[in-house]
């Protein structure tokens, strides 16, 4: 896997829609205009592209225009880094106008969530490294600010040289909805102490390339040439989170389950879980995962649950494609290497 280079204060970032076009919606612009601000308070200068803020329909209509975009970022030498505005749900309709070649031969840091997953499987088939992380309307806008934790994560994993990262855990969360109203724009959200790494099963230490991403995603992608190889697991540590959407139980299970019989779990070394939305089904998950891996006689399998990454905030900055390792006796993840060059 290529990795892109590390990005340091002066960088210019593209903002990039290349799931909703929400960012561009006159009544939704503030909130994009306080990102874009709070990222200029880190050291980086934030440009949009052609069709950053040409609103939802037009985004959603124009597929093609998305793909132009990620394009012009990857061409235009200023650009280091392309942080997506926001998630969507239908982000993959922008891979028949893609140029992989683009990706491979221009690696930039790409960062995003949620449905994100898909652009993050178009680098995987061009081989660059990219981040499963914050994006720019929900974390970087923060109201009163981007969160220590989020921030410092960031600055870690992307602008710092590093032989071996150990990733922290956050103390406090969030996913408390308060409006995208202007009125609202100086309204913190709650934060709720956070109950930490909780193992689900398996101990000792395993290490796998990072993979992964939203589980709803993840299973739009099956059958499509965005969806990785099953022999592609072998030896990774896959990352599975739900999004706002909250899915009932017994559909992460067969979702879960389907990954069994396909094989995918049973070559895997190890998942990581990322804490639900709104703690949304937190018990029933745990029971639904650790019953599918024992159908599959799975049950040594290390699952390490409530992780800090997806729907919820403050979060990691996880580089797919990178070595990692996983302890599970000290509930630790540790980057084996640094994330960019």
Known sequence: MQKPERLKVGDTIAAISLSSGTAGEPEILWRYQQGKQQLIEMGFNVVELTHTLAGTKFIYNHPEARAQDLHQALLNPDIKGIFS??????????????DLELIKKHPKVFMGYSDSTSIHQMFRLADVVSFYGPCLMVDFAENGGVYDFTRNCFTDVLMKEYDSYEYPWRKEWTSEIIPWESGNNEQLRSLTPDEGPMVLQGSGIVEGKLMGGCLEVLSMLRGTALYPPVDSFKDSLLLLETSEETPAPDTVERELRTMGV???LQLV?????????????????????????????LEELPVL??????????????????????????????????ATV
């Open 269 to 297: 070394n190890g998942i990581l879980v990322g804490k639900p939305q709104g703690n949304q089904y937190f018990a029933e998950y745990q029971s639904a995962i650790k019953n599918v891996l024992q159908e599959f006689q």
């Open 262 to 264: 396909m094989g995918i």
């Open 85 to 98: 505005t926001m998630g969507g749900f239908e982000s993959y309709r922008i891979f028949e106008f893609i």
């Open 305 to 338: 649950y409530n992780c800090n990454f997806g729907h919820n905030e403050p979060k990691w900055t996880l580089p797919l494609g990178l070595q990692a390792q996983l302890d599970m006796d000290n509930q630790t993840l540790t980057l084996l290497e640094s």
